[in-house]
């Protein structure tokens, strides 16, 4: 979240403030990491752990299709990670974070939320 205070002089006017806030996840003003919500950070690879992830092969094609996207578009909705104590999680998104892996991507972006290890046990079920 960045907030920056335009000042500008109109004709005829004095100078004139607006503040001005702009978030990366679209969040309002005085919402997401203070609350407890979640944010988007862009997070390197190697820091995410996907322990999940020999539960299942991804599809190669889907995969395929979401490297040419995001080649082209770059990545639309960022993947869920839970951070717990300073470690990142990553349960979905495998897709995803394949087609980031093959293209040598060295970040992700990621939907961020904070949680316990209790949480991290629930996830590991």
Do not use: W
């Amino acid at each position: 979240m960045a907030n920056f205070v335009l000042q500008l002089q109109l004709p005829n006017s004095h100078l004139r403030s607006f503040s001005v806030y702009a978030s990366s996840n679209g969040a309002p003003p005085g919402s997401g990491s203070q609350n407890g919500g979640p944010v988007v950070l862009e997070l390197p690879l190697d820091k995410i752990r996907r322990p999940l992830m020999r539960t299942r092969a991804n599809d190669p094609n889907k995969v395929q299709e979401l490297m040419d996207s995001i080649r082209e578009i770059g990545l639309q909705i960022p993947i869920d990670v839970l951070e717990v104590d300073g470690v990142y999680y990553g349960f979905s998104g495998c897709h995803r974070y394949e087609a980031h892996q093959r293209l040598g991507l060295p970040t992700i972006r990621c939907k961020v939320r904070r949680g316990t290890k209790e949480t991290l046990r629930h996830h590991l079920r």
